[in-house]
């Protein structure tokens, strides 16, 4: 682009100062009507004075020649009348325009006088009527018009009545005023044409300028609500390239405005849902393209959309053509909201309404496990009680070691009982030291059976402290990782298991490792999940053999248990590589313990007690009455079968303990038995001997309340039956 030349700059400079006195107030808008009229006015006055030089030079020797002295100093005083308007400041835009407007009309009727009508003197009257429209409105037109009809009517008149005969009259009267009528007819029209499109170029500016502002009104007042308002609010073209997108961006996703526009789809949505955004908006104007009516509906989706951060936000995105002319599409519109907080509520309320289901779920299998609990302990009860009274008789070898098979037998069935009990209700730990190495061997001797032909490695550190843990929850963990290794290795050629425990941190461990089928990595996290199994129907990879079977159960009671503990649980596995385990519970010291205490309890043993004994089931009754009434006992017994029996007999007798089923035949149960006697005896000892789960659940809060109370889960081994009778008489006769 060339400079200007110094000179011409000067000039421009020049210019550009002169008329910015000419502008009158409000008039500094382009657009303006009367910034134009400014521009006309400076026009006119600047050329005056320019050409006025040459106007004069002309007009001169003219003058002198027919002594028009008067005309010469009137065309004088008009050419420096245009140099003052022109330079002189603080002259309002109306007295320049009026002035100038005035100097016209003298002019023209100088010339007229001086010179004759035949002259310049009509044109520059002409000149005067069109620019008082321009210049000073209709109003001003009518009155120049008028002007001029009055010099015409009076230059006519003397003409006529032969008062004036001018220098350059070359007509006839007749002929002069017929040119002065068609001048006047010709000035009217042309002038109050010009008044009338001045008029309507004014009342349509000022609709124009009402409506700019209204608009420009109504734009600041959207735009105001678009910049504040919490959502979002964006443009897009055909292209899907960003046109607009509002500052509410920086508080949604921590963007910039110009940030904003700079990004594209893949990088605000994460790449999952970049096709389903892609297709929806694609689709979307695809139907505009097509003619398709339906394109024009707004569409509403949910996305996530990543953050400034690297965080995601969820999203609902309210979307519609934009039309351009002829209806054709000229893009997209878009509110976006973020919903992550109504996602969060949805979600926690749908986990919510799950774990709902699942405790319904959980109660209803409670129910049937309760029963289904209930009659297999009192079969297994049976069953074990009498196994161990025929092994304390026996003495053929070949039957001891069937018993012991039987024995062994009804602790698995027991276990598998637990399991249900586990998965079905929440039991607190009962916490006792022990020896994790002692309950690994016991495990390994539970299932010898089925570990055969598996390499079995144990390998103990010696120097690990005693474990504070509920052994049987323990001693049931372990039975499920060793069940599971052993079916883990049901298609493996060489069959491996390692039992690893120590201590490390402050934590004692054990592992259980094998070299079998392992777990797909896809379902590592699942394993836990309620009746989660890859046995049986689920063995789609063949990796287990027909028959092993799963219940889904194992594993999450195996959690279950390790999180009462404080413990944590650990996996590693790679599929057709075999499994470790590993779990991780926290090591708690002993307190010092009084052995004086110790004697003193181990010598205390009662014998000789009167015990009412209440249990429906006949073949259980009849060993705990053998173990109650045999050496060393010797306690005398009392047997109810039912509850109103044992209520009779309460009424009746003074027991030194109450032995009692919870389920009995009849409207009476175990707890009614208990708040009978609770009424008139607070102190006497009461044993319960039930697997009910909804027992189980009330007794933990009685228990609490009442210590002259305990409860073994059935079936209960016959040692710890006699020991737990034995404790509560210690606590109440001690």
Request: charged letters at 20%; a neutral charge; glycine letters at 6%.
């Amino acid at each position: 682009m060339q400079k200007k030349h110094p000179y011409l700059k000067k000039i421009s400079n020049l210019h550009s100062f002169l008329f910015q006195r000419m502008l009158p107030v409000g008039g500094s808008e382009v657009s303006s009507l009367l910034y134009w009229r400014a521009r006309i006015l400076f026009a006119i006055i600047l050329s005056s004075a320019l050409f006025g030089i040459f106007i004069l030079a002309s007009v001169i020797p003219l003058a002198v020649k027919y002594k028009l002295w008067g005309l010469l100093l009137f065309d004088v005083s008009a050419w420096i009348l245009c140099l003052l308007l022109l330079i002189l400041p603080r002259i309002s835009y109306m007295i320049r325009a009026t002035i100038s407007v005035l100097a016209m009309y003298g002019i023209g009727v100088i010339i007229i006088f001086s010179i004759g009508p035949i002259s310049g003197g009509p044109a520059w009257l002409f000149c005067f009527s069109i620019f008082a429209a321009i210049l000073l409105g209709p109003r001003a037109a009518v009155l120049a018009v008028s002007s001029n009809a009055i010099a015409i009517a009076i230059i006519g008149y003397l003409i006529h009545n032969n008062l004036w005969i001018p220098l350059s009259n070359l007509f006839t009267a007749q002929q002069i005023l017929a040119t002065g009528m068609n001048f006047l007819f010709l000035n009217i029209l042309i002038t109050l044409s010009i008044s009338v499109l001045i008029k309507g170029l004014t009342q349509s500016h000022e609709k124009e300028k009402k409506l700019s502002a209204s608009l420009e009104k109504s734009e600041n007042r959207y735009r105001l609500i678009a910049d504040n308002v919490a959502d979002t609010i964006w443009k897009m073209d055909m292209n899907l390239g960003f046109t607009y997108i509002s500052p509410s961006i920086y508080q949604q996703r921590g963007y910039t405005v110009e940030e904003g526009m700079a990004q594209t789809l893949n990088e605000i949505v994460p790449p999952d849902s970049l096709p389903k955004v892609m297709e929806l908006l694609g689709e979307k104007l695809n139907l505009i393209e097509t003619d398709n009516p339906d394109g024009w509906e707004p569409n509403i989706f949910e996305i996530e959309q990543f953050c400034k951060d690297g965080t995601t936000i969820w999203t609902s995105n309210n979307v519609r053509i934009l039309q351009g002319s002829h209806k054709n599409p000229n893009g997209l519109l878009g509110v976006t909201r973020d919903i992550t907080r109504q996602k969060l509520a949805e979600n926690a309320k749908a986990e919510a309404e799950h774990h709902l289901a699942e405790q319904k779920k959980h109660a209803l299998v409670g129910q049937i496990a309760g029963k289904m609990a209930h009659d297999f302990n009192n079969i297994l009860g049976a069953i074990m009680g009498n196994t161990e009274l025929s092994l304390l008789d026996c003495k053929e070898p070949e039957t001891k070691n069937i018993l012991k098979l039987i024995f062994e037998q009804t602790i698995r069935g027991k276990n598998l009982t637990k399991n249900l009990i586990a998965f079905a209700k929440h039991q607190e730990p009962k916490q006792k030291f022990f020896k994790i190495s002692k309950k690994t061997e016991l495990v390994i001797n539970l299932l010898k059976k089925d570990l055969k032909g598996i390499e079995l490695i144990t390998e103990n550190d010696l120097n690990i402290p005693e474990l504070l843990a509920d052994p049987g929850m323990i001693e049931h963990a372990l039975v499920n990782f060793l069940q599971n290794s052993i079916h883990a290795l049901s298609m493996t050629e060489n069959p491996k298991i390692v039992i690893r425990t120590y201590s490390i941190n402050d934590n004692i461990c054990f592992e259980i490792e094998d070299n079998g089928c392992g777990i797909p990595k896809e379902y590592l996290e699942n394993i836990y999940d309620l009746a989660f199994t890859l046995k049986g129907s689920q063995d789609t990879a063949g990796s287990y053999k027909a028959g092993i079977k799963g219940t889904g159960y194992g594993m999450y009671n195996i959690k279950k248990y390790i999180e009462q503990h404080n413990g944590n649980i650990s996996v590693e596995s790679k599929f057709g590589s075999g499994t470790k385990f590993t779990i991780q519970l926290p090591v708690i010291k002993k307190k010092p313990i009084d052995t004086k205490t110790i004697q003193i309890k181990q010598e205390k043993k009662y014998f000789g007690k009167y015990i009412l004994l209440v249990e429906d089931e006949q073949e259980i009754s009849d060993v705990q009455l053998r173990l109650l009434k045999s050496e060393p006992c010797n306690h005398k017994v009392d047997i109810a079968k039912d509850g109103k029996a044992a209520i009779n007999l309460f009424n009746k007798c003074e027991y030194d303990l109450i032995s009692m089923d919870y389920v009995l035949p009849g409207s009476i149960n175990g707890m009614d038995i208990y708040h009978h006697i609770r009424k008139t005896n607070k102190t006497i000892p009461i044993l319960f001997i039930s697997g009910n789960l909804e027992f189980i659940e009330s007794i933990k809060e009685l228990k609490q309340k009442d210590i002259n109370i305990d409860h073994l889960s059935k079936p209960c081994q016959n040692k710890d039956y006699l020991n737990s009778i034995n404790e509560l008489l210690t606590i109440t006769l001690r």
